[in-house]
């Protein structure tokens, strides 16, 4: 997380204590809850009835903002609370809006989890009032995307970021594992959330300095223009809050703090903030000769560091390194904590720097577990590598196949079917070709074509091999081969044949055609 630049007051602390198929299962549940003490799914259902919020679109705020972790009560980077992250600070006051509407105390809303739950969804249903959701509205979990915008605290495409991660994890599906080893889920499902006034508020405009990712300007209060030393160190960060409200806190100008860069746990997606000729407000005394990296997440929460953000980060270091000349080492490749003259411990013990810096280096690490040449059939009493990647996408979707053993027992078969009964497929448990293709291709739809790169193109070309029959490379890049593999799929299924992947591809493939 960043540091103010010297001379400048200190104002509230960040608490060190405290966004592809990617991992979207939360561990190391902070200590086992009362015997007596209502589960955290109980506090969802019940927040859920007496508001009139959708169960799962709650979990999945809750989910987007913490990963469940309430961290004993204590603030984020941007002075949010508990697992629904109620805010307050100059720009975000939903902590005390969730007091007046619940008469809750901000004591208890901030350090209790079932009365932190009920004060999001209360905050939740006074958006959904204020916007004019009615009650076949509040049904239709795609009308409350304004809604979940909203309860950001941000505006515009920053706004959009956060309630498109939230939709992210209803359509890909999510299990957490939280304190006293409770398990939260939300099953994937299709979603085509109705945007409102932020369906134009997607961000587009390429970052100036590292054409993968996107730009969006941290406030002038927070960075100085030009430096006055040489770069010669990258620094990384956790941000000990989500990948949406870090972004918001540094186009806030109270926050006096900043960094170069932020990448999103769930699919490595990186959004420049401060150019790399300027001097961003993240390391104090190192802040002039260094380039900073924020990872989304909490430093006592490794399911945070995915391998999927790994592998983009280190993809963003090693290419500042070699575009300004750094040494691929740890000691120019640091963290937070290490930087001279700061009191700061991330990362923390939960980055894997032995893994990161093989990464910065070059080295490939190890396969995604996910994609085969061919995708064979499934059924019970089936074992092997293909059945763990079975168990890893119907878990990752909240499906509860067990152990992630490769082993097909009764526990898998159920969850097959339950995927099936979802998706319109034969229920019959086994795991073919039709099942193999709306389970691979199961997530968010983004509009994909040649040039396109990243997690949900890998996730099409999984799809695509399963569908075909033939393999496509799970590469990541849709070059000339997907593009191909798109164009022969379309005219098998009598789709309009164009190379372009959008809502009627993905719908095809998602239902298993």
């Known amino acids: 997380m960043p540091r103010r630049p010297a001379g400048h007051t200190r104002g509230r602390a960040a608490v060190l204590a405290s966004l592809t198929v990617t991992a979207l299962v939360a561990g190391h549940p902070a200590g086992a809850a009362p015997a007596d003490a209502e589960s955290m799914n109980q506090a969802f259902d019940r927040a859920a009835e007496e508001y009139g ?29 508990g697992v629904m992250h109620l805010v307050s600070n100059p720009a975000n006051h939903s902590l005390e809006k969730a007091s007046a509407l619940t008469g809750e105390s901000t004591a208890d809303l901030r350090e209790d989890t079932g009365t932190n739950i ?12 204020t916007l004019g959701l009615d009650t076949a509205d509040r049904a239709d979990i795609d009308a409350w995307y304004p809604v979940v915008a909203r309860y950001s605290g941000a505006g515009g495409a920053v706004a959009a970021l956060h309630a498109d991660t939230v939709y992210t994890f209803l359509a890909q599906g999510l299990r957490a594992t939280v304190a006293g080893g409770e398990q939260v889920s939300v099953t994937s499902r299709p979603v085509s959330p109705e945007k409102g006034p932020f369906a134009k508020a997607d961000i587009t405009a390429q970052s100036p300095d590292y054409p993968p990712g996107l730009w969006v300007a941290a406030n002038s209060a927070n960075f100085a223009t030009g430096r006055t030393a040489t770069v010669d160190k990258v620094v990384v960060h956790v941000t000990q809050g989500s990948y949406a409200g870090t ?15 932020v990448v999103r746990s769930s699919d490595g997606q990186v959004t420049q903030m401060v150019r790399d000729k300027d001097t961003a407000y993240h390391a104090k005394s190192a802040n002039a000769s260094s380039l900073g990296i924020e990872h989304e997440g909490f430093i006592d929460d490794p399911s945070w560091f995915t391998d999927t953000m790994y592998r983009s980060s280190a993809a963003l270091t090693k290419y500042l390194c070699d575009r300004y000349g750094i040494p691929k080492d740890r ?74 053993d490769g082993v097909f027992g009764t526990a898998t078969g159920n969850a097959v079917r339950a995927f099936q009964t979802a998706r319109g497929l034969d229920a019959d448990g086994a795991v073919g070709p039709r099942t193999w293709t709306a389970l691979l291709s199961a997530g968010t739809t983004p509009a994909l074509g040649t040039g396109a790169s990243g997690d949900a193109v890998k996730r099409l ?15 990541g890049a849709f070059g000339a081969n997907t593009d191909q593999a798109v164009r022969d799929y379309q005219s098998s299924r009598k789709l309009s044949v164009d190379g372009s992947v959008g809502p009627d591809t993905w719908a095809a493939l998602q239902s298993g055609r």
Not at 63 to 71: D, K, V, W
Not at 379 to 394: D, E, H, N
Not at 462 to 474: E, S
């Open 53 to 81: 919020v959708p169960r799962d679109l709650l979990a999945a705020v809750g989910y987007g903002e913490t990963h469940l972790n309430g961290h004993a009560g204590l603030p984020s980077q941007d002075n949010g609370f």
């Open 118 to 129: 009920l004060g999001g969804a209360a905050v939740l249903r006074d958006h959904a009032d």
């Open 247 to 261: 972004i918001s806190w540094f186009q806030n100008a109270a926050s006096k703090v900043s960094s170069h860069y």
């Open 331 to 404: 000691s120019h490749v640091i963290g937070h904590s290490e930087a001279p003259g700061n009191d700061h411990t991330d990362p923390g013990a939960n980055w894997n720097w032995t893994y990161y810096m093989q990464l910065v280096k070059g080295a490939t690490g190890s396969a995604d577990g996910l994609s085969f040449a061919s995708y064979t059939t499934q059924r019970s009493g089936s074992t092997g590598s293909q059945v763990k990647a079975l168990q890893t996408l119907l878990n990752q979707q909240g499906y509860g196949a067990g152990a992630e």
């Open 461 to 475: 070309q999984r799809a695509l091999t399963a569908a075909l029959g033939r393999t496509v490379a799970a590469d």
